[in-house]
């Protein structure tokens, strides 16, 4: 399987998945549209078969017209947050992408908005891997205040996230870890 996480400015990342087959690959969140076609380059990939927002908001999905543009790949959201997409194609809970025999689960994860998806997949030379946007970061959880809800959210984390394998890595949206850890610190003080 090739996997790789696109540094995207800032804070954000995109990721690349393949099945290592050496055809097409799928980017998720790709707002780094030359990185993310300098990723699929890397790797001797044929093409982008598709991209997948894991929710609607701009930091994740300002780069679907520039990928689409120069590959023609198909847009994947769920459709509770497609109106700030316009995805091609609509996936749901527990849908399988199928790259080039490689199997990505969707999970439903709505919370910090409400077609929130995380990406589940567990390749056969490796640990399994969810990448979940901005549904879960490393020392926190996405914000409910921007068109999401706080209950939705925690019944994501507990029911969908939670029951993964024990070995699952997780890949988010951002690397907030270190404002969250001082966010903590400055509360427990």
């Known amino acids: 399987m090739i996997f790789e996480v696109i540094k995207a400015g800032g804070d954000n990342y995109c990721y690349l998945l393949a099945s290592g087959s050496g055809k ?5 969140d790709p707002v780094n549209v030359k990185g993310s076609l300098a990723a699929g380059e890397r790797h001797d990939l044929s093409g982008v078969m598709g991209i997948v ?25 769920h459709q509770a947050d497609n109106a700030g997409i316009g995805a091609t194609k609509i996936v749901g809970d527990g849908d399988i992408i199928d790259v080039d025999g490689l199997a990505v689960k969707v999970m439903h994860t709505p919370g910090h908005t409400p077609g929130g998806i995380c990406l589940f997949v567990d390749p056969d030379d490796g640990p399994p891997k969810v990448i979940t ?9 996405g914000n409910p205040r921007f068109g999401g809800n706080p209950e939705q959210l ?3 984390l507990s029911r969908k996230l939670m029951t993964l394998p024990d070995d699952t890595q997780m890949y988010p949206g ?14 427990e003080s």
């Open 53 to 77: 927002n894991t929710h609607s908001h701009p930091d994740h999905t300002s780069g679907n017209g520039g990928v689409l543009d120069k590959t023609g790949a198909t847009i994947m959201a």
């Open 133 to 141: 946007g901005d549904t879960l970061f490393l020392s926190g959880c």
């Open 24 to 28: 097409k690959g799928l980017l998720v």
């Open 154 to 156: 925690f019944e994501s």
């Open 174 to 187: 951002h690397d907030y870890s270190i404002k969250n850890l001082e966010f903590a610190l400055d509360r």
